[in-house]
Every structure is written in C-alpha cells, then in structure tokens.
C-alpha cells in the first residue's frame, strides 16, 4: 500500500495535468473547427431549420463539458494532494516541518488554478460560439420569412 500511494504522490500531477492538457488541446481544436466552420457556413443551403442546427451545434456540447468539468478535475487533483501530503505528515513520526506542509499545500492548488485557467476560455469560446449559432438561425429565419414573403 505504502508503495502505491509514493507513486501516486510522485506521478499525481503529472496525471491531472496532463488530464486538463489534454482536456484543452480538445477544446482548441473544436474551437477552431467550429469558428472555420462558421466563417464558411451558407446558411442559405439548408431547407430545414433542423438540419441548420444540428450542423451550427456540432460540439458545442464538448466545449462546454470541459468548461464545466476543468475545475473539477483541478479540484480533484488538489484533493488528492492534500490527502497524501497529510498521510505523509501522519507517518512521518511527529517531525512536522510547518514550511515543508505549506509548501505542499501550496504546490497542491496548482491543480485547481489549472483547471480554471482551462475552463475560463472554454466558457468564452462557448459563449460566443452559440451567440453565432444564434445569429446563423436568426439569418435562416430572415432568409426564408422574404422567400415567404415574395410567394
């Protein structure tokens, strides 16, 4: 037990960091999909709203699951810090260095500032994702209201 819990605390945050990396790289690379995507969009090509919105929403939900998800996955790295640095303080046999536990507890937020640091643009580039996809339908709807209009 004593040796899965040393590799834990050896490898915790490289884990978690390397969790919210990769939690980010996804959300840049669907970012840039989904703002090409928008910048080449004819929304005068699709007959039907419904068919509009399945291909203006593709995404957007991953994007926005990292959003929400980023700090909880900082918190949960921060959390597990915490646990193995008090657990290495119980077996340390009373000799309790306080400069030693601050700066375990320092070093173990870094995960959650991580995470924020990740869901912050997550949230921005959602929000201004589903403005457009909200302009898109908006121009979709003018659009077929005067082919209406002229029949």
């Known amino acids: 037990m004593s ?9 915790i945050d490289y884990i978690i960091l390397g969790l919210l990396l990769l939690m980010s790289f996804i959300m840049v ?3 840039i999909e989904r703002f090409l995507f928008f910048k080449k969009v004819k929304v005068s090509a699709y007959s039907n709203i419904h068919q509009l919105d399945i291909d203006l929403n593709r995404h957007l939900t991953i994007i926005s699951t990292i959003g929400s998800n980023a700090p909880y996955v900082g918190l ?10 008090f ?3 119980g077996n340390s046999g009373g000799d309790i260095d ?4 601050m700066l375990h507890l320092s070093l173990a937020l870094k995960a959650t500032a991580v995470g924020i640091i990740v869901a912050i643009p997550s949230m921005v580039f959602y929000n201004a994702l589903s403005r457009k ?6 121009k979709w709807k003018a659009l077929n209201s005067q082919k209406n209009i002229g029949e």
Do not use: K, M, P
């Not at 040796?3 to 490898?11: C, K, N, R, V």
């Not at 949960?76 to 640095?85: H, N, R």
């Not at 306080?98 to 536990?101: D, F, N, P, T």
């Open 3 to 11: 040796d899965l819990l040393d590799i834990l605390q050896h490898h």
């Open 98 to 101: 306080a400069s030693a536990i």
């Open 76 to 85: 949960l790295g921060t959390v597990i810090s915490i646990l193995l640095t």
């Open 29 to 31: 690379w669907f970012v």
């Open 87 to 89: 657990y290495a303080l």
């Open 133 to 138: 996809v909200e302009v898109n339908r908006l």
